[in-house]
């Protein structure tokens, strides 16, 4: 039940959020969509933009459409989306740099990513807890791997990529849980390509 609520917060929360930063009239990418629900609740609200997926598994039941990949190449050509969207997904990812080097390939513009910052006392531990909790009982990869901020900048730089925006104050829990779930561990980023960039 509690669970549940948590879930319909965050979920309406991101949804809102991401919507405001996405490009007019885009086509996006969802990369570790699962079922879609975010995208879904989006287009209802920016039927401006078109949303599809890819993800390692796929579900019996998905709000958009979704494609198979191996979580390290996306399965599309370069510049193929207007923007891509990462949410909750680097730190699963076995090869987190080579996943989000992969997003800005197949991106024309626009990267956004929601995800943690091992930031501050017990962050890595809390971190932890929540990602045990929501994801060990559906079979998700727990790598563990999150960054602190100045790992996140860092690896930014490296691909090619500049934060026009950055919120580490989302607030995805109601209180009191948000004293200690939410406090810097939470972000959302949309990162533009660097013009002259490689990647």
């Known amino acids: ?39 879904s609740l989006i287009m209802k609200t920016r039927p401006d933009v078109s949303i599809s997926g890819i993800d390692v598994f796929i579900r019996g039941s998905t709000q958009i459409q979704v494609k198979p990949f191996d979580g390290f190449t996306i399965p599309y050509a370069t510049e193929t989306f207007d923007a891509v969207l990462l949410v909750d997904v680097i730190h699963h990812a076995e090869a987190p740099e080579i996943l989000l080097q992969e997003a800005t390939r197949v991106s024309i513009d626009t990267v956004i990513i929601k995800d943690h910052t091992r930031e501050g006392l017990l962050g890595g531990s809390t971190l932890k807890l929540m990602d045990w909790v929501g994801n060990a009982r559906h079979g998700v990869s727990l790598p563990y791997n999150y960054w602190t901020k100045r790992q996140w900048e860092e690896t930014f730089k490296k691909l090619g990529l500049s934060a026009q925006y950055w919120d580490d104050r989302i607030n995805l829990y109601a209180w009191p849980a948000t004293l200690i779930f939410d406090r810097a561990l939470h972000f959302i980023a949309s990162l533009k390509k660097i013009s002259g960039s490689d990647n």
């Open 1 to 39: 039940m509690l669970h549940n609520l948590a879930f319909g917060r965050r979920v309406k929360i991101l949804a809102s959020r991401i919507s405001s930063l996405l490009p007019p009239g885009a086509k996006v990418l969802d990369v570790g969509c699962g079922d879609g629900t975010i995208d």
